[in-house]
């Protein structure tokens, strides 16, 4: 069955590098889209940017100067990392597949708090 | 970038009423319209997609509509099981975005 998982760090310093990774399994990513979603403690969900199955990759206007999004096909795993950390970058973190519906599958979260 | 204006932020009903919530598109967006409920501590999950088409699992009290650029998400009998905040997706375009969000509570 389609599963999606995040891990990666649950502490980051302020201005360090932020790198996450899902893990895929039930389907294939180069014929669907894995994006990444993020919601700060209380508040609402935000696009942040995703990779197409042809490898191509869009982000959100507001991060795309320190975001990247990337993957290895043979391991099944789409990776996030995104520079310049800030106290407001804390949220939990979904990987989200845009199957035959957009975000028809989502990870359990990861959740990021910045903080020295 | 396409903006998602959802209303109400909040909402309180009864159980069996009818509930709407409906997101207003900045744009033309076709059908690309989802709409998500997410319970506390949860990942958001899929109710509607295409703006009319509900996803597996999803119970038929929920509808989805289209009229020009304004989609509508109905409960037609609310259960104590709904509360929880509901969100759109526009994903007619990169960057793709979220309405604001509606948390419904039962009254």
């Known amino acids: 069955q389609v599963q999606l998982k995040e891990s990666g760090p649950g502490l980051v310093q302020p201005s360090q590098t932020l790198s996450l990774t899902c893990t895929v399994s039930g389907f294939s990513l180069t014929s669907n889209s894995v994006h990444w979603v993020r919601q700060p403690p209380g508040k609402g969900l935000e696009w942040m940017g995703g990779i197409w199955g042809d490898g191509s990759t869009d982000y959100n206007s507001a991060l795309k100067s320190r975001l990247s999004i990337s993957r290895d096909t043979s391991k099944s795993q789409v990776f996030l990392k995104m520079n310049s950390l800030q106290t407001d970058d804390t949220a939990i973190y979904f990987c989200?597949?845009?199957?035959?519906?957009?975000?028809?599958?989502w990870g359990q979260g990861v959740m990021v708090t910045v903080s020295s | 970038d396409i903006q998602m204006t959802q209303s109400p932020a909040s909402l309180s009903a009864s159980l069996e009423e009818i509930v709407t919530i409906t997101c207003q598109a900045s744009?033309?967006?076709?059908?690309?319209l989802a709409w998500y409920q997410q319970k506390p501590g949860k990942s958001p999950q899929l109710l509607i997609y295409g703006a009319t088409s509900l996803a597996d699992g999803v119970p038929s009290r929920f509808s989805g509509s289209r009229s020009g650029t304004q989609y509508s998400l109905k409960i037609s009998r609310l259960q104590v099981e709904d509360i929880g905040i509901y969100y759109c997706l526009q994903a007619y375009s990169a960057p793709l975005t979220f309405g604001s969000g509606t948390k419904l509570e039962i009254k």
């Open positions: 744009q033309d967006i076709g059908n690309w």
């Open positions: 989200t597949r845009f199957g035959g519906a957009p975000f028809d599958y």
